[in-house]
């Protein structure tokens, strides 16, 4: 068995599979936990917790709808839609006993967009008792996208001072965003909710490169963190083949 506990993120994950399927392989496959992109918005509610219950793993967080712009709470002109897709969210979240709900911002730019973006939060964590997560998305996969930036996503929870308003810290994002990785980790990691991992070349299997996860976890671990580790990679050949990488960290 893998010596940390790792969450299969079915956004990427046997893309290849319908969706209920690949929660079947995830617990096949000796994973540790479950998360979503938006999948669960878009399948048959019955269907997803008779998969849930036979694969007995737990749902770490799902995405609010990603849409074209990768979420709009942060979108000025798109207020009410992002709060309809957070109550949609929460309704399901709730239903299948998820831990959290990712909060996507949207490509926006401008104090409108951060007032927007502050607010939308903020009704977020007024509809559900659940987690809130915001991540960082580089420049690099989403040219645009409002939040960028590990500080930038610090501010934002330092202003909202919520318990439950939580960082995902992905760390090919903050990677390419620049600076260290356990240094920015370490400055923020009172704040992070979840993590997830990827080789930074290609977003592939997390295998030794320019981010060296045999040294990155513990360093994680050491600094606090306690939870688990998201998968969210694009396997290079198939999901299948490509798992032997969890025997090595």
């Not at 997803?48 to 942060?74: E, Y």
């Not at 050949?237 to 025997?247: H, V």
């Amino acid at each position: 068995m893998p010596a940390h506990r790792f969450s299969a993120n079915t956004g990427y994950l046997w893309q290849q599979l319908p969706f209920l399927e690949r929660i079947a392989k995830a617990a096949q496959h000796g994973f540790g936990a479950l998360e979503f992109h938006d999948e669960a918005l878009h399948c048959d509610r019955s269907a997803l917790k008779r998969r849930l219950a036979a694969a007995a793993l737990p749902v770490l967080s799902l995405n609010v709808r990603i849409g074209d712009t990768f979420g709009c709470a942060a979108v000025p002109e798109r207020s009410n839609e992002a709060r309809r897709d957070i109550a949609a969210a929460v309704e399901i979240a709730e239903d299948i006993g998820a831990a959290a709900i990712h909060i996507l911002a949207g490509i926006a730019h401008g104090p409108s967009a951060h007032e927007t973006y502050l607010r939308t939060l903020r009704f977020a964590l007024d509809a559900t008792a659940l987690t809130i997560l915001i991540e960082p998305i580089c420049h690099k996969q989403v040219p645009g996208y409002f939040l960028q930036t590990i500080e930038q996503a610090g501010a934002v929870v330092s202003q909202i001072g919520h318990p439950r308003l939580k960082i995902l810290f992905d760390c090919y994002h903050v990677h390419h965003e620049g600076g260290s990785l356990p240094e920015r980790f370490r400055s923020n990691v009172a704040a992070i909710g979840h993590v997830q991992i990827s080789a930074a070349e290609d977003r592939g299997e997390p295998l030794p490169g320019a981010l060296d996860y045999a040294q990155l976890l513990p360093a994680f671990r050491a600094a606090g963190y306690t939870g688990a580790f998201g998968c969210e990679y694009r396997p290079r050949s198939t999901t299948d083949a490509g798992l032997a990488w969890r025997d090595v960290l």
